[in-house]
């Protein structure tokens, strides 16, 4: 949706690099959330966001809201195969309405 | 388990057909979506329902129609005037709409394809 951008579109990795992909927001976001897609398959709900700076952790996988809460940022520490999938960030601006970023590709080379 | 169940996993359709993509819910949630992923574009929402007997229409509800009947079933019929169908197909819900602080469950998807 042209409400979040998501940068890159896709990315190749070196397994035991670090990574971060972008979220933009248009306008600023009540809550923003992460998914994880493996190839073919449903989404898989990793973390959210809702406080201006907030910031997250599961595992390897540190997700940050800024303070305006307009841009979160996904950040993996020492890549794994199993990283690999499509990260989608998702928001809501109201009770109604809710849209995701176009994903990011992620590939893990061992 | 609680979960959400999608079927069939593969599903093709021919030209002029219509096809019903079945979600169904055991996670007691009041609200159910419906979204079709394209390569590079992400989700789009198609329809989306807050309670039982009441559905609205979200970004790309053109050539679909949904029912919702019981609570824990939101089947999808993409119908002939979808003029491209072939996509990947989501569902998901949630506790409400205002449960979206909560994050939605999805299911696995449905590939429906046109031959």
């Known amino acids: 949706s042209q409400e979040l951008e998501q940068s890159p579109q896709s990315l190749i990795v070196q397994e035991g690099k670090n990574l971060t992909i972008n979220c933009t927001s248009s306008?600023?976001?009540?809550?923003l959330y992460w998914y994880k897609q493996k190839y073919g398959e449903g989404l898989i709900f990793l973390m959210m966001?809702?406080?201006?700076?907030e910031e997250k952790s599961h595992e390897k996988i540190t997700a940050k809201l800024d303070e305006k809460k307009q841009q979160s940022s996904l950040h993996i520490t020492a890549s794994q195969p199993s990283h690999a999938g499509i990260y989608l960030c998702?928001?809501?601006?109201?009770?109604?309405?809710?849209?995701f970023g176009s994903g990011t590709k992620l590939n893990v080379k061992p | 388990d609680g979960g959400i169940t999608q079927s069939p996993k593969y599903l093709f359709r021919k030209e002029g057909q219509n096809v019903t993509l079945s979600c169904e819910q055991n996670?007691?949630?009041?609200?159910m979506y419906w979204y079709r992923q394209d390569p590079g574009q992400g989700l789009r929402l198609i329809y989306y329902?807050?309670?039982?007997?009441?559905?609205q229409k979200g970004d790309i509800a053109e050539g679909y129609s949904v029912s919702r009947e019981k609570k824990e079933s939101f089947p999808l019929t993409v119908t002939s005037a979808q003029k491209n169908p072939t996509a990947f197909y989501l569902c998901?819900?949630?506790?409400?709409?205002?449960?979206?602080?909560?994050?939605?469950?999805f299911g696995s998807g449905t590939r429906l394809t046109v031959v």
């Open positions: 998901a819900s949630s506790p409400g709409l205002q449960g979206t602080l909560y994050g939605y469950t």
């Open positions: 329902s807050q309670i039982v007997n009441d559905f």
């Open positions: 306008k600023t976001l009540y809550g």
């Open positions: 996670l007691n949630h009041d609200a």
């Open positions: 998702g928001a809501h601006y109201n009770f109604n309405k809710f849209y």
């Open positions: 966001l809702q406080k201006g700076g």
